[in-house]
């Protein structure tokens, strides 16, 4: 038993957690329009974290062509640009109309 | 023509209908006479069913039946089925020639939309026809609450100053219940495939296995599934606590379509009390509580009809809450379930049809000529349009009940139906009948009433004074409720004739122990399977069983 | 047999009459309409007497069968097969001929119906002559014939009752003939109510009887009765049926509780009242009690019943008409009388007698009402006897016709009235049992009361000082000769119509009751079975007690009470001058009141059953609950009436209240009101904030995970 | 593992639809760059076109497989079977009727631009990728296709503030769940190892040791928000009125058509791989399937309560869409209740077809009334609409009534079907209070047609141009809701070949 840390998948799963719990309040909480943007970036982030991490655990189970996970993250990363353009994208158009970034006067539909 | 007689004159009215489309509805007078002869084309075409069916008064099961069971959506096992017995081949002829009547009436009453209106309400016609006709009951769920669309709108669009509430009112309450009834219906659908690995919707072929329900589900499933119809029926009848639909769309609606909406829609109810209820669940009506409940709702709608209207400001409410009394004769007549109380119920249906129909035109004319129903605007009326008034008296005496007129035939013999019997729900049946006779009285008081403040005394309001008496148009449409009136209240027999074998096997089915009269069994409904068979069936529950239990 | 095949025309040429009239009518001439209408009545009257006569030759050789003939089956689909279960648990098919039923029972009906019928269509030629709506009137009248004809011929209770109502509408619509009368059309209503709740007794009795018997043909019925014991369940059944049959005659025949339409009835012309509501309609119940005198007989309950409604109705009725001044309503009230002394005959077994008293009174009340009504005619409209006076002279046919008819009504024998009056108490005396003297004494005093009032009657209009004024005296003259001929007709019936019940006793051989012998016979055996008169069973015995001394004893006495009776009037009114004072009113003052109120019985139904009368502030009955519910209606329904009538109308509007408020309210518009109100918030959570949404999501999410991870 | 890594013609010919559909749209955007402002008519032919090759492409596959009932493809990734074809079709119709409603608006509102042909298409491409996909990646990755290009779409007035409101909550909230959604699929790819849902399926079967799972339940409720999410169901439904009200009305009836379909094959493929081979979450029914309950009441009440007071017909229509998600879930709450129930998944698959007819047609109604200076979407707008255009008021009520689900017309299939399904998976309480609903909703939807018809008009009675495309919409979605109503059994059948049911009911079972 030689006291060395070891970084099972365990540890990126509570640190992809925290990630999606940070991305989740951010949207939850954040006024500005581009840090909710970002913080929806962040649980992405987490999943692919998760992705990555469960990639490598399973290659340790089916051997080094367990690939699917990397795959998916990097789908996902590139879904992730594409979202953040066309998001930035409608962000612009809204702010040509109304001078704001601020969420919470995102309000003109309701009820 | 013979064999699809029935198709023929189902869709008459609507291929009317379609044709009215086509005409550029500046042309109001073309509609009106292309609306009209295609009206009275429905009823001629329906004339010759008269002596067709008269020949077969006396077979068992449905006539004229036509298309095959699963033809129409063979996927889920429904079926474009068409045929008739006698109760619904009355009210049939009922409805085509009401249909005739209150669209002739219309002539001078609607003036704006007219294209439109008669397009709606030949379509009406045909959908109150399919309802009577259908013989699979996708089908006839299909008829029964399509004919809901145009009603709405008849009331809608040419209704009073409340049609919008009305219109509402009446479409959302009488769907209210029909969609449990839906329910009810799938529920038969499969019992029916348990018991025979068919699935179908075929009513004869329902009639078989539905009465099994209560002892595969026992007591309280099938009550609650006599409910889910019961409900739908009751609402459309309408019985006592469901009727406040009808006042407001009565006094809303045009005249034509009070009639309509009196004259036949009403009759669905109690056509679906007759045609289903009875059939599917007779143990449950069997059952005295559940009896006890329908026979005091009919004999409440009966007194408490005639109270309210008494004290009606309105004529056509008035004449609105009489039908509800009315009604409720009916359904007494239905649930004292017994041959006499059924065939005078069915006969008093078509009396209703008659006399409360004639009431409404009545009413309408007054309303054409003053644009008040206001009781407190008239007086003195009989001075001003005589011949309005002697028609009015004799239709107001057959909806009282008087001797020789339509309604005396049928209200005696449901009263005597429901007399007769020993026991109904715990009370013998002249308990039920003294009930029901106070209505009689009452009948006379509103209607007498109603006749004196209108017709009698001196003309005090100016505003009568120039009113011109019925014009031939008028009269035309008066003239065959009128017969109908006589011919109902002098030589009713051809219509018992006509209504006995299928009450008497109806009763067949629900008390096999009542008495057997030769020869009036019919085969399309088996009656059910013998006390032992039923114990086990008990015993063993659940659809499985029936495939044991069916021989 | 060409009258007794054909009899089935006898009802429709009224009938025809009547529909012509009504439909044509408008277009035609007087003449036209006379000769049609009054046309029809003849014909009819003739077939009647031409069956009648072939009926008798009949029943020589047919064992006195009634003569029955089948139009067609009317109810029912004749084929047997539309059945219902009798109380003993047999099949009776359910079915109700048009068919026609001659016995003497309704051949003396008929002869009178159609006899008198057509006397007063020809007396109305002459009275109606200058009113509006004259077809109407004819049509009216034919129309009431044909329904009477068919209340009396036919063979079962339905068409009975078909009849019944018939009769029922036409005196409603010639009650209401002046329409434009309210008092008239007010009249008019309540007759048909009041007549319609008598039905629904009637309607009832008939079920009952179907029940037992299984078929509503009279003959069936009398089958029924006949046959040998019934058991006490069945008995219990039968009173049942007949006590309800009697509610249905009390109605029709203005008995207690239920006359109150008659008095009023007279807002009708006076031939209506004399046609109607004296001599045929109202003698209905009598028919129709005696028609059923084989049910009646088995129910001994029901007997004392009818007899004991029957004379206190007699002599309720005659004592109010004691101190009545219009002329027409001491009329009525002494049809109310005599009709009752009917029920009383009927009560105590004496069927014959009571159709023999329905035979003269036919005759001698229709010529009262006539008589009135030329005297009326004559004091252009004037109703009210303190204001007449002195017409001896001046109108002497209608006088001297009058003055035979009151003879006749008081029992003064040779007169009609004193044989049948005479037999009724006869037969009320013979029946055992201290009650039957009480009735007796009743009977006895109405007739004291019935002669005072008619000869009040006649003194006050023909002799005494002429009280009238100026110009209506100046206008007095004697009726036309339409008018003129039926009384005397009439007059000579009254007078002679008696001597077919000349009584054994007085040397006659009792035409009458011998001639109703074959319906009677058995019935009134059977009643003195039941009254225990074993020793009596046969006709034959009864001779001979009829010839007792008591019987002499008792017709000196009746005829003693009618003169005591004359005697009184001649005092008191004999010189009535302008202001003349009433005996009874001397003698005192507070019985003359409540008298002349008549018992305050209308007052009292007012108080009691429509409370339209306050008892001093507080309104009892039905508007005790009107004005409550009004209050409540003005301050909670908005626009609701307020003020009440009969109670019925009071329920209507609680009921309708509930209707609006309840049911509508809270089952029906409810949900949707509540739909509604819950609408908003469900759209308030939409708050149109992008991070409330997700919140929502996210917490959505949140809850699921807390209820599966913690679970 | 050993995956051939050559592509086959299979996969070629099962990826031809969304091929043809990518080519085109580039198509459009090139030639859109050379057409002047009054040609853009052009773009709408092209990808008419493009859609009409596509489906014959679909129709293609559908002859190669003939009696097969699915076959995968591109290593296991897409899987396609009757049902995806089904809704292939149903995706190319529902374009195409969007595409026809557009021309002409796009036209009034200025901003006939060839992208938004483009994106029409992507967004299909999208969408078959979410109903041919049997591997969470591809499924995702379609999801995303289909959803970026829809935030543009609805963005598309980029003059409108309500049309960028929309966009941009749209946009934030369909990011934020599809992170939820990727978040589960990661979970599961950790559970199980695969991203193959057929894979899964057999995995969880032996990773799960009772269904509560702790990481099992947690990524299974996140991949349930998500698809929940893109059928818009409460309480994940709020971004759909907002989005439904501020988008082009055109655009509107496409997402509340197109994309909830594409949501629902999703949904199915997800949880219940294929009727041909049961894999995904099926595994955990125990626990989706009350969630679903829940769901499903929760979606019929919130949204008919909330639709009954609205005045704008495009949100009134947006709740009763969300309304009528609820049915559809309880189609599936049928559908698998104990094995797969053939009724409640034809339910849902006959929902969907007769729900894209009528609904498309009740916004291309509204769409024909957007006219210049009137929008047109509120429901007084609709005042007398009858004096003004007879026709279209007649086809409004037609589409309504449908949508209530009155016989004969089409929509009240959809519902008894799904009715079917409960009864007979004797889910009675659930059929009684959904039937109970339909009724309430048809409140809010006669008010649509109390306006219509028994209302005056405000405005003049000038009558309202329609385009000839419009027309053709109109047409056929009307000709659609009518003839399905009333002679459906064609259509029943087409169901039943998606789902390899017999015809004759007595016979009809799913294969497993």
Redesign the interface.
């Known amino acids: 038993m030689e006291a060395m840390l070891h970084i099972t998948t365990l540890h990126y799963l509570v640190l992809g957690a925290a990630l999606f719990l940070l991305g989740v309040i951010g949207v939850l909480t954040r006024r500005n329009v581009v840090i909710v943007l970002m913080s929806i970036e962040l649980i992405l982030n987490a999943v692919n974290l998760n992705l990555v991490a469960f990639s490598r655990y399973w290659q340790g189970i089916h051997g080094s062509t367990a690939l699917h996970g990397q795959v998916f993250a990097i789908f996902i990363i590139t879904d992730a640009a594409a979202e953040a353009a066309v998001g930035l994208g409608i962000l612009i158009a809204f702010f040509r109309n109304k001078e704001t970034v601020n969420v919470d006067e995102v309000n003109l539909l309701k009820w | 023509m013979y064999s699809h007689i029935l198709s023929i004159v189902l869709f008459t009215p609507l291929a009317g209908a379609i044709l009215l489309l086509f005409v550029p509805k500046e042309n109001k007078d073309a509609i009106r006479w292309i609306a009209n002869i295609f009206a009275f084309g429905g009823f001629l075409i329906s004339l010759p069913l008269v002596p067709w069916f008269w020949n077969l008064r ?1 077979e068992p099961g449905f006539k004229f039946v036509e298309g095959s069971a699963n033809n ?6 429904a079926g474009y089925v068409l045929g008739i017995d006698g109760i619904s081949f009355l009210l049939i002829m009922l409805t085509t020639l009401l249909g005739w009547i209150s669209i002739l009436s219309s002539w001078t009453a609607i003036e704006n ?1 007219v294209k ?1 209106y008669y397009v709606w309400f030949l379509v009406l016609q045909t959908g109150m026809l399919g309802v009577f006709m259908a013989l699979d009951f996708f089908l006839f ?2 008829f029964w ?2 004919m ?2 145009p009603m ?2 008849l009331i ?2 040419w209704g009073g100053p409340r ?2 509430y009305a ?3 009446f ?3 009488t ?2 219940g029909s ?2 009834m ?2 009810g219906i ?2 038969l ?2 019992h029916h ?1 348990g018991a025979t ?3 179908t919707f075929s009513i004869p072929e329902l009639y078989k296995t539905a009465p099994q329900i209560y002892y595969d589900y026992g007591a309280s499933a099938a009550t609650l599934l006599f409910l889910s119809f019961f409900f739908a029926f009751a609402i459309k009848v309408p019985m006592f ?1 469901f009727h ?2 009808l006042p407001d769309a009565h006094v809303e609606a045009p005249t034509a379509g009070s009639v309509i909406l009196a004259g036949v829609l009403l009759k669905m109810g109690t056509y679906g009390f007759i045609r289903f209820s009875l059939p599917f669940f007779p143990d449950v009506l069997m059952h005295t509580r559940v009896r006890f409940w329908v026979m005091a709702l009919s004999v409440i709608a009966i007194l ?1 009809g005639a ?7 309105d004529m056509k409410k008035l004449v609105a809450y009489s039908s509800v009394s009315h009604l409720g004769f009916c359904t007494l007549g239905i649930f004292a379930l ?3 109380g059924l ?1 005078g119920s069915v006969l008093q249906q078509i009396n209703h049809g008659v006399s409360t129909g004639a009431l409404f035109l009545i009413v309408g004319i007054l309303y054409e000529r003053r644009h008040t129903r206001e009781i407190a605007e008239y007086g ?1 009326i ?2 001003v349009m ?1 011949v309005y008034a ?1 028609i009015t008296m004799i239709m107001f ?1 057959s909806s009282m009940g ?3 007129l339509n309604g ?2 049928g209200e ?2 449901i ?3 429901t ?4 026991e109904i729900a715990g009370h013998p049946g ?1 308990f039920w ?2 009930w029901a ?2 209505g ?3 009948a ?2 509103y209607l ?2 109603l006749y ?1 403040r209108v ?4 003309v005090t309001n100016p505003k009568n004074e120039k009113l011109h008496d019925l014009t031939p148009r008028e009269i035309a449409t008066f003239a065959p409720l009128l017969i109908m009136a006589f011919w109902i209240g ?4 051809p219509f ?2 006509i ?2 074998q299928p ?2 096997q109806l009763v067949q089915n629900i008390r096999p122990d009542y ?1 057997k ?2 020869g ?1 069994m019919n085969a399309s409904v088996q009656p059910r399977t013998a006390a032992p068979a039923r114990q086990d069936l008990a015993k063993t529950g659940g659809i499985p069983s029936l495939l044991r239990g069916k021989n | 047999m060409l009258f007794l095949d054909h009899i089935w025309i006898i009802p429709l040429l009224p009938a025809f009459g009547g529909a012509g009239m009504l439909f044509f009518g408008r277009k035609l001439q007087k003449a036209t309409v006379n000769v049609v209408c009054v046309g029809m009545v003849g014909l009819a009257f003739i077939m009647a007497c031409g069956s009648v006569l072939q009926y008798t030759a009949w029943a020589e050789t047919h064992s006195h069968q009634p003569y029955q003939t089948i139009l067609y089956t009317w109810l029912g689909g004749d084929t047997g097969h539309l059945i219902y279960p009798t109380h003993d648990g047999a099949q009776a098919p359910f079915q109700a001929d048009a068919g026609l039923l001659l016995d003497p029972l309704s051949s003396i009906w008929l002869l009178f119906v159609t006899g008198v019928g057509m006397l007063i269509h020809i007396y109305s030629i002459g009275y109606m002559a200058h009113e509006g709506g004259y077809y109407r009137f004819f049509g009216y009248l034919n129309l009431f014939m044909f329904s009477m004809l068919t209340l009396i011929l036919a063979n079962n209770y339905v068409l009975l009752f078909v009849g019944w109502e018939g009769v029922g509408l036409c005196s409603y619509l010639l009650i209401g003939f002046y329409f434009h009368r309210k008092s008239a059309s007010d009249a008019a209503n309540k007759a048909f109510i009041v007549n319609r709740i008598g039905d629904s007794g009637f309607i009832l009795g008939m079920f009952f009887i179907a029940w037992l018997c299984g078929s509503l043909r009279f003959v069936d019925v009398n089958a029924f009765a006949h046959l040998g014991t019934h058991s006490p369940e069945t008995l219990k059944y039968i009173t049942a049926a007949t006590l309800l049959l009697f509610v249905g005659a009390c109605g029709k025949s203005a008995q207690l509780p239920l006359y109150v339409w008659l008095p009023d009835a007279m807002e009708g012309p006076t031939p209506v009242s004399a046609l109607i509501h004296a001599a045929t309609m109202v003698t209905a119940g009598v028919y129709m009690v005696a028609r059923s005198n084989a049910l009646f007989v088995l129910a001994p309950t029901s007997m004392k019943t009818v007899a004991i409604v029957g004379a206190l109705t007699a002599i309720f009725a005659a004592s109010i008409g004691l101190v009545q001044n219009d002329i027409k309503r001491v009329l009525a009230y002494s049809t109310v009388s005599q009709l009752g002394y009917m029920f009383l005959a009927l009560g105590v077994g004496a069927f014959a007698a009571g159709v023999f008293h329905v035979f003269t009174h036919a005759f001698f009340k229709a010529l009262l009402f006539l008589g009135a009504g030329s005297v009326i005619h004559a004091m252009s409209g004037e109703q009210d006897m303190r204001n007449m006076g002195a017409l001896e002279k001046r109108i002497p046919v209608t006088y001297w016709t009058m003055l035979i008819a009151t003879l006749a009504i008081s029992g003064i024998p040779p007169f009609a009235g004193f044989f049948s009056k005479d037999e009724i108490l006869w037969q009320t005396w013979t029946s055992e049992g201290d009650a039957y003297r009480i009735l007796w004494v009743i009977g006895y005093v109405t007739a004291l009361m019935t002669a005072f009032y008619m000869f009040r009657l006649v003194y006050l209009t023909f002799y005494s000082k002429p009280r009238m004024s100026r110009e209506v005296e100046h206008h007095i003259h004697e009726s036309p000769k339409s008018m003129i001929v039926p009384l005397v007709i009439l007059a000579v019936m009254s007078l002679f119509a008696g001597f077919l019940g000349w009584p054994r006793s007085l040397g006659g051989s009792d035409h009458f009751a011998r001639f109703l012998d074959p319906v009677f016979a058995r019935g009134e055996a059977r009643t003195l079975i039941e009254e225990g008169k074993a020793g009596q069973l046969v006709a034959a015995e009864k001779e001979e007690e009829h010839t007792s001394p008591t019987e002499y004893l008792l017709m000196v006495l009746s005829v003693a009470a009618a003169g005591v009776g004359w005697y009184m009037a001649k005092r008191s009114y004999a010189h009535a001058h302008t202001g003349y004072s009433e005996p009874i009113k001397a003698a005192s003052p507070a019985t003359y009141k409540i008298l002349l109120n008549k018992y305050y019985v209308d007052e009292g139904y007012d108080y009691l059953f429509t409370g339209r009368r306050k008892i001093d502030g507080v309104r009892l009955g039905a508007m005790g609950l009107g004005e409550a519910s009004s209050w409540f209606d003005a301050n909670v329904v908005d626009g609701a009436v307020n003020g009440a009538g009969w109670i019925t109308r009071t329920t209507a509007r609680l009921s309708s209240w509930w209707d609006k408020w309840i049911i509508d309210g809270i089952g029906v518009n409810g949900p949707a009101i509540l739909a509604r109100m819950l609408s908003y918030p469900a759209r308030l959570f939409e708050l149109g904030l992008v991070q409330w949404y997700a919140l929502v999501m996210t917490v959505g999410l949140v809850g699921f995970v807390f209820y599966y991870v913690y679970h | 593992m050993g995956v051939g890594m050559q592509f086959t013609s299979t996969d070629y010919l099962l990826v031809l639809p969304m091929t043809l559909l990518t080519l085109f749209a580039i198509g459009i955007l090139l030639i859109d760059l050379m057409l002047e402002q009054e040609q853009k008519w052009a773009n709408a032919v092209t990808a008419f076109i493009g859609l009409l090759f596509s489906a014959k492409a679909v129709y293609n596959i559908q002859q190669w497989l003939g009696s097969r009932p699915a076959s995968y493809g591109l290593m296991q990734t897409v899987l396609v079977d009757h049902v995806t074809l089904y809704f292939f079709y149903l995706f190319l119709a529902a374009t195409a009727i969007t595409i026809l409603m557009s021309v002409r608006y796009l036209e009034i509102e200025h901003e006939s631009h060839g992208e938004y042909y483009a994106l029409l298409l992507l967004s299909v491409v999208g969408m078959m990728c979410m109903a041919a996909g049997a591997d969470v990646v591809l499924i995702f990755i379609g999801l995303e296709l289909m959803a970026i290009s829809t935030y543009v779409l609805v963005g598309f007035l980029r003059r409108d503030r309500r049309s960028n409101e929309a966009a941009l909550k749209y946009f934030l909230l369909g990011a934020f769940s599809s992170g939820i959604f990727a978040y589960g699929l990661s979970l599961f790819y950790g559970l199980t190892g695969s991203t193959n849902l057929a894979t899964i399926h057999t995995a969880l079967r032996q990773v799960l040791g009772g269904p509560y799972e702790p990481i099992a339940v947690i990524a299974l409720l996140t991949t349930v928000t998500g698809l929940l999410f893109k059928i818009a169901a409460v309480p994940f439904h709020q971004w759909a009125p907002d989005a439904y009200e501020g988008a082009p009305t055109s655009i509107t009836g496409f997402m509340s058509v197109a994309v909830k379909a594409a949501g629902w094959a999703m949904l199915l493929r997800v949880l219940i791989l294929s009727p041909f081979r049961l894999g995904g979450l099926v595994a955990m029914r125990s626990i989706w399937l009350p969630v679903l309950i829940v769901v499903a009441i929760s979606t019929m009440t919130g949204a008919n309560l909330a639709a009954l007071t609205q005045t704008n017909t495009k949100r009134l229509l947006a709740y009763s869409s969300i309304a009528h998600v609820g049915y559809i879930l309880l189609g599936l709450v049928a559908g698998s209740a104990t094995e797969l129930n053939a009724d409640g998944i034809k339910g849902i698959l006959i929902y969907l077809l007769v729900y894209t007819f009528m609904n498309l047609g009740a916004f291309g109604v509204i769409t024909s009334l957007r006219h210049r200076n009137v929008i047109g979407d509120e429901l007084d707008d609709l005042n007398g609409l009858y004096s003004r255009a007879p026709v279209e008021a007649v086809l409004m009520l037609v589409f309504v009534l449908s949508l209530a689900g009155i016989p004969p017309l089409a929509g009240f299939y959809g519902k008894y079907f799904i009715f079917l399904g409960l009864v007979e998976t004797h889910y009675y309480r659930l059929a009684a209070i959904a039937v109970l609903y339909s009724v309430f909703g048809l409140y809010y939807y006669l008010k649509i047609a109390n306006a219509m018809f028994m209302r005056q008009p405000e405005r003049g009675e000038e009558r309202l141009p329609v385009s000839y495309a419009m027309r053709a919409a109109l047409g056929v979605t009307a000709f659609a809701t009518l003839f399905i109503g009333i002679m459906p059994n064609r259509f029943i059948e087409a169901a039943n070949w998606a789902l390899g049911i017999a015809n004759n009911p007595n016979t009809a079972k799913l294969i497993r």
């Open positions: 006396f129409w959506i063979p996927s889920i096992g939309r439109e769920f299909v609450e399509a809901l669309v709405y709108l809608g669009i049609k919008l219109a509402i009112k479409f959302l309450y769907l209210a969609v449990l839906l329910l799938l529920f659908y499969f495939h690995g068919v699935y606590p406040t639909w408490y109270l309210v209207s008494l004290m009606q400001k017994s041959p006499l065939s003195g009989s001075s005589p002697t005496l008087l001797p020789l005396f035939v005696f013999s009263l005597q139906g007399f007769m019997e020993k002249w009948a003294a006779v106070p009689v009285i009452l006379a008081a007498l009433w004196q017709f009698f005394g001196t002098l030589y009713p027999k018992f004739q209504l006995e009450v008497n008495g009269p030769a009036t």
